[in-house]
């Protein structure tokens, strides 16, 4: 983490991040010492000081709500006090979304925040929500990701986004109980908000892309896919540099879409932007997070989500 | 499907598989008139007749009901007469499900069959049990399939089988109700069964393999991972066939998965061996099915199935 605030917080860093002005939030002596380390004048960034990192066993909530210095509810506090626009958290993802809960609040018509993931598709950039944030959904929780994903979709430029359902094909009687329920609320419910519901979708859609632009999940199943596209990215690169007797291109593809859009999960519906990316990300993976708070921020990704989950509240 | 059967009835044609001597199942006619097309001899080729195929659309249990010359219900007959050793079926999955456990019957102590894939993972074969024969499972559902697969993947030689639980990694609370429960009764029951529990695995743990041989999970979460796999392989392929300018060797990879073990799904916990292969898979593909049904008879997974069964079910 700390190669990756030294390259943003360095003017010859990464140039496309130098419009980003970044606040480092936590023990403000090992940041400056880290800076140092990597030749940056810690005199010249911004650092707030935090006490401790929310630890990764344990539960997160007590955590939170025993100390007022954890590095997650001081980085919300810049962001519900105005004076950040997005916050980018790379630690404990329970303790990211408890903190952006309790510090930012949710957005009305949205009982539980999800995480939501741009996969670059062969046809484009596909919104996979949830992936992770909430286990056990419920339909009515599945409608409100559908809505908070179509948002940010639309966010990312995506002109009328395709909403599906991720199950498991016609043939099979069209998925458990949940997806059952949930189909029939969605296309009852959406098309009135002026949203698309294209139907069921499969997993291979998240990453052919061809049939929808957003595709709607439970967090325990869209977190198992999601990791499971990602080890078989792995394999293939693995197997296809084999083949072809040259690994480097093979990893190019593999590091390319790490540091795409890719590389952090968008918390929607609280009231602020709020990234989830991956604890052992590399300095790129962390940059890229960066941009992607930066960019969600400058396109009013919260405003577009407050807009859509409205829409259908008031219908 | 024609082009597979010609292959595997012509003597010139796929060498790997002229030790084994196939049944024809469909309407005769139709079967001679495509054997013919093909140049095979169709006196020379065994064909046992049967009226009509399961339909894809409405429920395959009332077609089964209602009429004894199904396809899928004839073939199953051959296997309960022991007139053949195993059977693959390419068409509806919920109708091959449904007429092995009406004509074949269900081993004791497994409540409902499971499909088992085996994903050549780098590490070697993972054995990905439930992958879209049982949704909405119970966790005493997960312990039976964590015990067939143990007892398929042994079957396949692996010497001491360890079995993981796809979860979403300890930082979420160590996933959704299901497999809280789920794990619990894993840890207590399977060491007791002489079986190697592992604990938690992930989705990306299924394509790398380094830490389970069998990965046991719900049929729709393993159904939507799997094709989710299938999707990323695809994906893969299609980017580095670009990025090496060359895109055959990708296009091997994929082909050589899809018509190896993978292609088809092994139906644990019935009293006979049953394959079940994509509807839409080449002739490659329908091949592999009925190689690994051929395996599975010879390496006798129904006896190692309910052995492993039963020693759970004294104890």
Known sequence: ???????????????????????VVGPASMARRLLLERGVDPDAVRIVDAGRGASMAGNPLSTLRAHDDVTVTVAVGLVSARLADGWVSVGHTGAAVAAAVLGLGRLAG??????????????????????????????????????????????????????????????EGKGDR????????????????????????????????????????????GNVLLKGIEGAVRWSAHRMGQLYGDAEPARRIVRETATSEFAGGMLLGVNGVTVVGHGAGTADEICACVRLADKAARLGLVTATQRALAAVSTT
Not at 2 to 16: E, M, N, Q
């Open 1 to 23: 983490m700390a190669d990756a605030i030294a390259r943003l917080c360095d003017p010859a860093g990464d140039p496309t991040d130098s419009s980003i002005d970044l606040i």
């Open 110 to 171: 949205m009982s539980r925040p999800a995480l939501a993931v741009v996969v670059p598709s062969l046809a484009g950039p596909v919104v996979l929500v949830d992936a992770g944030a909430a286990t056990d959904a419920t339909p009515d929780v599945l409608r409100q990701f559908a809505l908070a994903g179509w948002a940010y979709s639309t966010s990312l430029g995506v002109a009328s986004p395709r909403v599906g359902l991720l199950t498991i094909g016609s043939e």
């Open 178 to 221: 949940l997806r059952k329920s949930a189909h029939d609320l969605l296309a009852e419910t959406l098309p009135a908000a002026g949203v698309r519901y294209v139907g069921p979708v499969e997993g291979h859609d998240v990453a052919l892309g061809s049939l929808a632009d957003v595709i709607v999940t439970d967090g325990f199943t």
